[in-house]
C-alpha cells in the first residue's frame, strides 16, 4: 500500500516533531514513575531497616541489664566456691576425736571405770588411758580390746597399783595404759 501525504511540509515538520516530543514525554513519564517507584523502595527499606535496629538496640540493651545483674552472681559464686575449697580443706585435716572415743567405750569391760584419757593427734607422741577396775583381769580384756581395734597400736600397761575405794570400801586396781594412734585413722 502506498501512501500519499496530503499535508503541507511545514505541518508535516510539527507533526514529526510532534510525535517525537509524545515520544520522549512518555520516556519521561516512565522514567519519573521509575524513580518513585525507587524512591518508594528506598523510603520503606529505611524504615524497614530504623524499625529492626530498633528493636535489636532494645534486645541488647535487655541483655545487658541481665548481664549486669548476673555479673554480680558470678562474682558470688566464685566467693562461694573459694569458701566451700575453704570449709572442705579444714573439714580433711580435722581430727574426730569421737571415732577413738567411740572404740574406747566398745573395749571398755563393766567393771572398768575410766578417770582420764589423753588423746594426741600427732601420732609419734602416745597417749594415756588411766583409770580403775574390780580386778586386773578387767585391765587385761580392755587392753586386748583396744590392741584389736582399728584405731590403736601398740596398747601397754605402763602401771597398775592396788587402792581401797574411800566410798565402797572395796580393793581396786588403779592402772595407767599407754597407747599409739594408727596414722591416718581419725580422719
Given at each position: 500500500?502506498?501512501?500519499?501525504?496530503?499535508?503541507?511540509?511545514?505541518?508535516?515538520?510539527?507533526?514529526?516533531?510532534?510525535?517525537?516530543?509524545?515520544?520522549?514525554?512518555?520516556?519521561?513519564?516512565?522514567?519519573v514513575?521509575?524513580?518513585?517507584?525507587?524512591?518508594?523502595?528506598?523510603?520503606?527499606?529505611?524504615?524497614?531497616?530504623?524499625?529492626?535496629?530498633?528493636?535489636?538496640?532494645?534486645?541488647?540493651?535487655?541483655?545487658?541489664?541481665?548481664?549486669?545483674?548476673?555479673?554480680?552472681?558470678?562474682?558470688?559464686?566464685?566467693k562461694?566456691?573459694?569458701?566451700?575449697?575453704?570449709?572442705?580443706?579444714?573439714?580433711?585435716?580435722?581430727i574426730?576425736?569421737?571415732?577413738?572415743?567411740?572404740d574406747?567405750?566398745?573395749?571398755?569391760?563393766?567393771?572398768?571405770?575410766?578417770?582420764?584419757?589423753?588423746?594426741?593427734?600427732?601420732?609419734?607422741?602416745?597417749?594415756?588411758?588411766?583409770?580403775?577396775?574390780?580386778?586386773?583381769?578387767?585391765?587385761?580384756s580392755?587392753?586386748?580390746?583396744?590392741?584389736?581395734?582399728?584405731?590403736?597400736?601398740?596398747?601397754?600397761?605402763?602401771?597398775?597399783?592396788?587402792?581401797?575405794?574411800?566410798?565402797?570400801?572395796?580393793?581396786?586396781?588403779?592402772f595407767?595404759?599407754?597407747?599409739?594412734?594408727?596414722?591416718?585413722?581419725?580422719?
Amino acid at each position: 500500500m502506498s501512501s500519499i501525504n496530503l499535508l503541507p511540509t511545514e505541518l508535516k515538520g510539527q507533526y514529526e516533531s510532534s510525535k517525537q516530543n509524545r515520544a520522549l514525554l512518555g520516556y519521561l513519564i516512565n522514567i519519573v514513575i521509575l524513580v518513585f517507584i525507587f524512591l518508594g523502595i528506598l523510603v520503606a527499606s529505611k524504615y524497614y531497616l530504623d524499625s529492626k535496629l530498633a528493636s535489636v538496640t532494645k534486645e541488647v540493651q535487655k541483655k545487658e541489664q541481665s548481664i549486669s545483674k548476673y555479673g554480680s552472681l558470678e562474682k558470688d559464686a566464685q566467693k562461694l566456691e573459694s569458701r566451700l575449697q575453704s570449709a572442705k580443706k579444714v573439714l580433711d585435716n580435722k581430727i574426730y576425736f569421737s571415732k577413738a572415743l567411740d572404740d574406747v567405750w566398745k573395749a571398755t569391760p563393766p567393771k572398768l571405770y575410766i578417770l582420764t584419757i589423753v588423746l594426741e593427734k600427732d601420732s609419734s607422741s602416745r597417749g594415756k588411758i588411766t583409770g580403775s577396775a574390780e580386778n586386773k583381769t578387767e585391765i587385761a580384756s580392755f587392753i586386748d580390746a583396744l590392741n584389736k581395734s582399728s584405731i590403736f597400736q601398740y596398747v601397754d600397761l605402763e602401771s597398775s597399783t592396788v587402792s581401797v575405794d574411800p566410798v565402797s570400801k572395796k580393793s581396786m586396781e588403779n592402772f595407767i595404759v599407754s597407747y599409739s594412734l594408727k596414722q591416718g585413722e581419725l580422719k
